[in-house]
């Protein structure tokens, strides 16, 4: 299958800097780490990767601006693009050595994702998608999963951590969903679990408050696969709040029942208890 210019362009970057991950992988133990903030490491890697896909976009796309999980918002003399970059999601498993980690790259067009591509160097596995051209898997054709039962679902999510996101809330979420799933996985790369709904590996996913670059890619390969992706009661997907809930219809809606049932069961603790 031919790739459009822009996808190349776009999988030349990634694959590049993720053959910088892999070379960095290999040492993990030497690399110098700093912190960032409450367990958010950025490593020596994870910039190395994002100069390699800033000067790879830049190259081929001189007018575009970005905005980048390091390097912030770089405006562009286009106002129309921005590529919105995580040169390493999953840093936390990278740091302890898991394999489970990628470079997300998207293209946004006057306010909407357009394109995305999603490499994971450990498994050489590449995701792409273009509005409008469906999502592929190293050229194959991807379709989220058919499931249409709840009971026979696995569903993917993040989990909040130290000093991040809402801990009670989620633990009621997941008591919900764990309930009535075949299971739950956090695996710690949120772009990798928005492709896992993609590939239909997992019959759903949902997490709060992930950052534009997590979800952003991820987001229209799923869509690209046939999936519903939207905010957590429902609404229009934002990838700027970064509220995801995303799988195939039936369990997409399956989902946001349990969570807006997760809601109501917070709710009603918190009246009760005033
Ligand atoms: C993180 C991962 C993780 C998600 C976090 C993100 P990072 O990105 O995507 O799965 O739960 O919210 O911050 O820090 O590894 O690039
Ligand atoms: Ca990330
Ligand atoms: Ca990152």
Redesign the pocket.
């Known amino acids: 299958m031919a790739r459009s210019a822009l996808l190349n362009v776009m999988t030349q970057a990634a694959t590049k800097a993720g053959r910088s991950l892999t070379r960095d992988f290999g040492e993990v133990q030497n690399l110098q780490v700093s912190m960032k903030g409450p367990a958010?490491f950025v490593s020596a890697a994870d910039r190395k990767a994002e100069e390699v896909v800033f000067q790879e976009l830049s190259r081929a796309r001189p007018d575009w601006g970005f905005l980048m999980?390091e390097r912030g918002a770089v405006e562009g003399r286009d106002p129309e693009h921005r590529w919105i970059v995580?040169p390493?999601?999953?840093?936390?498993n990278f740091l302890h050595g898991i394999p489970q980690f990628a470079v997300s790259i998207a293209l946004e067009r006057a306010g909407e994702i357009v394109a995305g591509v999603v490499f994971n160097p450990a498994t050489d596995e590449l995701f792409t998608a273009e509005r409008g051209g469906g999502a592929f898997s190293n050229d194959r054709r991807l379709r989220v999963a058919g499931r249409s039962k709840m009971t026979e679902a696995l569903i993917g999510c993040?989990a909040p951590f130290l000093g991040?996101g809402d801990h009670a809330r989620f633990l009621y979420e997941m008591r919900n969903i764990m309930g009535g799933s075949a299971g739950i996985r956090r695996f710690?790369?949120?772009?990798l679990?928005l492709v896992a709904v993609a590939a239909g590996r997992f019959d759903g996913f949902w997490?709060r408050t992930?950052?534009p670059w997590?979800c952003a890619a991820g987001s229209i390969i799923v869509r690209e696969a046939g999936g519903i992706v939207t905010g957590i009661e429902g609404e229009r997907f934002d990838f700027i709040s970064g509220d995801i809930v995303c799988g195939n219809e039936l369990i997409h809606k399956q989902l946001i029942e349990q969570l807006k049932k997760a809601d109501d069961a917070i709710r009603m603790t918190k009246t009760s208890a005033a």
């Open positions: 958010d999980e995580d390493l999601d999953g840093t936390t993040g991040r710690g790369a949120a772009s679990d997490e992930l950052a997590d």
